[in-house]
């Protein structure tokens, strides 16, 4: 008869000292914001933290894909460029925000009727500067189930 492997234990292993915690690596949570009913971007001022970058004396260019009739991303490049051809932050109470209600109405975003929210990405412009790309989707609910089966139909619905 053959020995069977046997793998012994060490006191050492029956210890809460050597046991091994995993610690959980926090996950950096995605910059945040919305559109307001009054068609602001708004950041959070957690966002703008973030971000790391000072919104009181920062400047963007406003942009979106060309050829797009619908916008569904924004982008914001910081700029030194003159005053008329640049967007400014203005304070909140507890956020900093883009007044932009008539580009986003141009682009289709209804932001009267719908909340919009985004989500924001750094991104490498040009050598040296990085952009914002705002990535935008609805927090409307998803329509109504109509009931309609999805699919290829079923050959033979009796056998079951």
């Known amino acids: 008869m ?10 050492d292993e029956n210890s809460e000292s050597t046991k091994k915690t995993e610690k959980s690596v926090a996950k950096a949570t995605p910059a945040t914001g919305y559109i307001s009913s009054t068609g602001k971007l708004v950041f959070p001022a957690k966002t703008i933290t973030q971000l790391g970058f000072d919104p009181a004396n920062s400047r963007f260019k406003v942009g979106t894909q060309e050829g797009k009739r619908k916008i569904k991303s924004l982008y914001l490049i910081p700029s030194d460029e003159e005053q008329d051809q640049t967007f400014e932050f203005t304070q909140g109470a507890k956020s900093y925000g883009i007044a932009l209600p008539f580009i986003l109405q141009k682009g289709g975003i209804d932001f009267a009727e719908t909340k919009y929210a985004f989500t924001v990405k750094p991104f490498d412009y040009e050598e040296g ?7 935008l989707g ?23």
């Not at 053959?2 to 234990?9: D, G, L, S, V």
């Not at 500067?129 to 990535?135: A, N, Q, S, W, Y």
């Open 138 to 160: 609805s927090e409307s609910p998803k329509p109504e189930y109509t009931g309609k089966p999805r699919g290829r139909k079923k050959q033979n619905p009796e056998a079951e």
């Open 129 to 135: 500067v990085t952009g914002f790309e705002l990535k």
């Open 2 to 11: 053959k020995a069977k492997q046997i793998r012994f234990f060490s006191p």
